[in-house]
Each structure stands twice: as structure tokens, then as C-alpha cells.
């Protein structure tokens, strides 16, 4: 459904497919998190690229509420997550929307979070 690209300059590249932006369309009416989650379902299953909201400071990312992608997360017995590797963001989530990006685009750009 979608495909999580590392670029040469350190973006993450997200791709949706044809079936990816029916199915966001489709659920419009869902919440915005339950849709990245079914989304990102297969990756995060599997142990890598886990989308997250930074605003609930698990894990903390530093003061942003930008949604992010971390390259692989655990979660200890404690339930605080940590990050695994790189991380990245959506550097214009308070002028646009990620979701509406792929349903409309088939693309979005998170930037690394450094």
C-alpha cells in the first residue's frame, strides 16, 4: 500500500499506491491516527518504520507535535518507546496535512529530525 523510501539526503520518501490513496479517501470520516496506523500496519508489524505522534512525548522527540516516522521502535516493559535508529518528521504539519498529501499526491517528504 505504501513504500518507505530513505533518500540520498536523508528524507524519507513515502509513496502511496493506487489502492494506498483509494483507502485514504475512502476513510476521510476515520481519525487521522488510525489511518496511519492501518497504513504503516505491514512495516511497523515487521519492525521498521513506525509512525508516530510526537505530541505524546512517547518518545520524546523534543517540543513538537509533528507526526513522526522512526526507522524501528520497541517498547520496553515500562511501555515508554524508544527510537531505533534514524527518525524523521513532518516538518509542515501545522500548514498541511501528510495524509491528504498521499491521498492526493501519492507522495509526502518527512525531513530527519536532528
Known amino acids: 500500500m505504501i513504500e518507505c523510501t530513505i533518500l540520498e539526503n536523508g528524507d524519507l520518501e513515502?509513496?502511496?499506491?493506487?489502492?494506498?490513496?483509494e483507502y485514504i479517501a475512502d476513510h476521510a470520516d476515520r481519525n487521522y491516527w488510525l489511518v496511519m496506523a492501518d497504513l504503516f500496519e505491514s512495516y511497523a508489524c515487521n519492525g521498521s518504520f513506525t509512525h508516530f505522534d510526537a505530541g505524546q512525548?512517547?518518545?520524546?522527540?523534543?517540543?513538537?507535535?509533528?507526526?513522526?516516522?522512526a526507522e524501528e521502535m520497541t517498547?520496553?516493559?515500562d511501555g515508554a518507546?524508544?527510537?531505533?535508529g534514524r527518525c524523521w518528521y513532518f516538518?509542515?504539519?501545522?500548514i498541511e496535512c501528510d495524509?491528504?498529501?498521499?491521498?492526493?499526491?501519492?507522495r509526502v517528504i518527512y525531513s530527519p529530525a536532528e
Open 14 to 21: 513515502i509513496t502511496a499506491d493506487e489502492e494506498a490513496r
Open 57 to 69: 512525548a512517547n518518545p520524546f522527540v523534543g517540543l513538537t507535535s509533528a507526526p513522526c516516522v
Open 75 to 77: 517498547t520496553h516493559d
Open 81 to 84: 518507546n524508544e527510537i531505533i
Open 91 to 94: 516538518n509542515n504539519y501545522a
Open 99 to 106: 495524509l491528504e498529501k498521499l491521498r492526493d499526491e501519492g
